[in-house]
């Protein structure tokens, strides 16, 4: 075989890993048109780099955190599919109840479930979702739960790291991305 020849790949072998492999947006924002007068684009334009990719997964997280899902609706044991369907896209509402009757075991549960069901980017094994302490002196409101999501996003050759640091405020229910740590 001459050496510049590939050997052909059988039907259940997986495409050998590219170097210089494309990052590719969500469909949405590949169908954006930032310059609408030109007739072409450079293939930089529609590709993403890794901190494109994390905000766009950012974005796509505070999306998905500030959308109430229909979980009181829906019984997750008889109809599973439904459940993790976009009939239910979002989460629970956290509103109308204190900081102290909320238990963290709860609330994570919930955010990883979330992140699960909705945001295939991210390597579910990999998600974490920890609490962090209010700074002394800090103007947050009364009721507001800050964490931090930490998890790899799924790329290949090799998966890319994923921080951001969130908030929750149980009296709104809205969820907000205090601040990438990356």
Do not use: C
């Not at 896209?89 to 992140?115: F, N």
């Not at 699960?116 to 920890?130: A, K, T, W």
């Amino acid at each position: 075989m001459h050496p510049g020849a590939r050997a052909p790949r059988t039907a259940d072998a997986p495409a050998p890993p590219r170097v210089h492999a494309q990052l590719l947006p969500t469909l949405f924002d590949r169908l954006r048109d930032e310059a609408p007068s030109r007739t072409a684009e450079l293939p930089s334009e529609y590709t993403a780099t890794p901190a494109r990719m994390r905000e766009i997964i950012q974005r796509d997280l505070a999306l998905l955190f500030n959308t109430t899902n229909a979980e009181d609706l829906i019984d997750r044991a008889r109809y599973a599919d439904a459940a993790s369907s976009t009939v239910n896209y979002g989460v629970p509402p956290l509103a109308g109840g204190y900081l102290s009757e909320r238990k963290w075991a709860d609330i994570e549960r919930i955010i990883r479930r979330a992140i699960r069901d909705y945001e295939p980017r991210l390597i579910p094994d990999s998600v974490q979702v920890v609490p962090l302490m209010k700074e002394d002196g800090a103007a947050e409101a009364y009721n507001v739960l800050l964490f931090e999501i930490r998890a790899l996003i799924y790329l290949k050759p090799y998966p890319l790291a994923f921080t951001v640091q969130s908030a929750v405020d149980l009296e709104t229910n809205r969820m907000r991305i205090v601040g990438a740590a990356d």
